[in-house]
């Protein structure tokens, strides 16, 4: 999670870019790893972990639902597959301003949150983990460099999906 370089990617990598625009009435975001052609299994099972934990969290997006239920789905999904949640990164509520409340988790809050998602509301939905264990680590001065304190590799996916009274409409494309 760096800003480009000039530095080619290793043989076996996976490669995250992540994408903004905005206009003065909204912004959009995404972001999306990739996995380079000669990627270990290892590293694929990650991406595929994470993938399915992103389509488990949107699953759960309908209004009147307590917006925890997003990041429960992502958990299960993460604990499944032997991957683990990076809980300084979480995705964000979006409009006029590009980060608003309420956070939207990816990972289980245990302390009873009852926060509850509104129909109009558009939810940028992340899923950040990694393999091995926890913690991340920012490097100055923009902190835009954020680093696995383990050396293990990391992904993260997002979506951005409008909640409705029946369910969800995403708005972003998913990536195969």
């Given amino acids: ?14 490669v995250t870019v992540e994408l903004v625009a905005a206009s003065p009435q909204a912004h959009v975001a995404q972001a999306w790893t990739f996995a380079t052609p000669d990627a270990t299994q290892q590293q ?18 309908r209004a ?9 789905a992502i958990q299960h999904e993460l604990d499944a597959g032997n991957a683990v949640a990076v809980h300084e990164l979480v995705g964000y509520a979006m409009g006029q301003m590009r980060v608003q409340t309420p956070d939207v988790l990816g990972y ?9 998602m509104e129909a109009g ?13 926890f ?11 954020v680093l696995t304190r383990d050396g293990a590799d990391s992904v993260m996916l997002s979506a951005m999906v409008e909640v409705t009274d ?7 494309k998913l990536i195969d």
């Fill in 121 to 133: 509301q558009v939810l940028n939905v992340y899923v950040v983990a990694k393999s091995g264990t």
């Fill in 108 to 116: 289980k809050y245990t302390h009873g949150d009852a926060t509850l």
């Fill in 44 to 61: 694929r099972q990650l991406l595929m972990t994470a993938r399915r934990a992103l389509q488990n969290g949107i699953a759960q997006i």
């Fill in 64 to 72: 009147g639902e307590p917006l925890s239920n997003v990041g429960s």
């Fill in 135 to 145: 913690g991340v680590r920012f490097l100055p001065p923009k902190l835009w460099t």
């Fill in 1 to 14: 999670m760096r800003p480009p370089t000039d530095t080619p990617f290793p043989q076996a990598a996976l």
């Fill in 166 to 172: 029946d369910g969800h409409r995403v708005l972003s």
